[in-house]
């Protein structure tokens, strides 16, 4: 469903009610990772919050920067159709 992040990332946006690319616009990644923490029980390590700002930068943007959306995370897992 996601494809531009890792299976555990979108198990992660599912249990947060995220379930379509569609439903990441106009979200707020901060709120979105407090409400991950919260989830979690626990402070979740902030790259987490990065990957969720390219999630929302790539649902909210049709043009897409390839370095946007590296965002320097190693779990963010692009595919090439993406970039091209």
Known sequence: ???IVGKATEQDLIEMGYTS??????QDPQVMYDKHCSIKGCQVDRCQLYVFRCAVY???????????LKCGVKFMKIKKEILQ
């Not at 690319?21 to 106009?26: A, D, M, N, R, Y």
């Not at 790539?58 to 946007?68: D, G, T």
Request: hydrophobic residues 35%; negative net charge.
């Open 58 to 68: 790539y649902a909210e943007n049709e043009m897409h920067e390839p370095e946007k």
């Open 1 to 3: 469903m996601f494809i």
């Open 21 to 26: 690319i569609e439903s990441l616009k106009g």
